[in-house]
């Protein structure tokens, strides 16, 4: 279906839980946040009802988010059903890798068609200072090399001013490994609201000076706003998502449910249509299209991440599902 500006809208963020085995500075408080009741959460029916319903206006591809997706109990399931629902063309999913190795042959089997993995920097301490855990990020590429042999794998790392260092070591993966490595504004929500960012064009200008044959692929690759780079000798691609600094709010195709049922038409508001008392108040699947209808009426044209003053949105990424 199209929004009020023209924007075929083709893609939804299911975040499955709030909760989290990490605690990375820019999204999540030291601690956590206030446990979600359970009976607040969604369950994977309910969800399952939303994606049919989704499905029905033409949004078929789904990326389950989190906090960390892999926490839940049931999440290999849920991607299982979601997968075999009619008209779905693609579930993808974004997590931590903490807990990839152990659920990844279940995952492939389930019929996942594709795994982000979070991964922010090589180095162990930086890793564990971010994250405020001690898991290494040896672990994770190790993560990392296991799920590039088995499935679509890109690796996302945030552009932050503490692991500027860390540009091209992560960049390097997409030459030694068939994957896209992927640099990520760091958007002012949530826990590190006020940090810096690095931006992406600065960060281009280094990816240049040290691959000069560096070229702009122009066809299409995933379902985000990456800007995307290659060279003849990487296996994959570099990708560049300015969320701040530049917007691509015009090529907009998403909505974001978060785990509590709140279906959010833009990243920067706060404003969204709620699911779950309709879901539980007996809606039928016509109640539920037209309320998916009406938030993606609601997309505004544009975030307002420019404006810091404008921003409605006070949860934590790991509410959201980023
Ligand atoms: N736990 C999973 C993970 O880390 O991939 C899924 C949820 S996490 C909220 C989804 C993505 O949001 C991650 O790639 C994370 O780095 C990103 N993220 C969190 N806070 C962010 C922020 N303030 N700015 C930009 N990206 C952020
Ligand atoms: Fe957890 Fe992902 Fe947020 Fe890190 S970015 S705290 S792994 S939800």
Redesign the pocket.
């Known amino acids: 279906m199209l929004d009020s500006f023209g924007r075929k809208i083709t893609y939804l963020r299911l975040s499955i839980t709030d909760r989290?085995n990490l605690r990375?500075r820019?999204?999540m408080p030291e601690d956590g946040v206030p446990p979600t009741a359970h009976d607040d959460l969604l369950r994977y029916e309910e969800l399952l009802r939303i994606a049919a319903a989704a499905v029905s206006l033409g949004i078929d591809r789904f990326k389950v988010?989190?906090?960390?997706?892999l926490v839940r109990r049931g999440c290999v399931d849920f991607i299982q059903h979601l997968k075999a629902l009619p008209g779905v063309r693609q579930v993808t999913l974004?997590?931590?890798g903490l807990l990839l190795p152990l659920l990844l042959d279940e995952l492939c089997t389930a019929g996942l068609d594709g795994v982000?993995i979070?991964l922010d920097t090589l180095n162990n301490e930086q890793y564990q200072r971010l994250t405020r855990r001690t898991h290494t990020a040896n672990e994770v590429l190790d993560t990392v090399r296991l799920c590039a042999a088995r499935l679509p794998t890109k690796v996302?790392a945030?552009l932050l001013p503490e692991t500027a260092d860390q540009l091209i070591p992560l960049a390097e993966l997409a030459q030694t490994l068939s994957i896209d490595v992927r640099f990520?504004e760091?958007?002012p929500?949530?826990a590190?609201e006020n940090d810096q960012t690095i931006r992406a064009d600065a960060a281009l200008d280094r990816l240049r000076a040290h691959w000069p044959d560096l070229t702009p692929v122009n066809q299409p690759r995933g379902n985000g706003p990456a800007r995307y780079f290659h060279t003849p000798d990487m296996q994959g691609c570099l990708g560049l998502i300015d969320a701040v600094s530049h917007s691509f709010c015009d090529r907009c195709n998403r909505l974001r449910l978060t785990s509590t049922g709140l279906l959010k038409p833009c990243l920067c508001y706060e404003q969204g249509v709620e699911l779950r008392p309709l879901l539980r108040g007996g809606a039928d699947e016509a109640a539920l299209r037209d309320a998916i209808r009406a938030a993606i009426l609601q997309k505004p044209a544009a975030h307002c991440f420019q404006q810091r003053e404008s921003i409605t949105e006070h949860k934590s990424?790991?509410q959201i599902?980023?």
Request: net charge neutral; charged share 10%; with cysteine.
């Open positions: 989290c990375c820019y999204c988010t989190g906090g960390e997706p974004t997590t931590n982000n979070s996302n945030v990520i760091r958007m929500l949530g590190g990424m790991n599902g980023g």
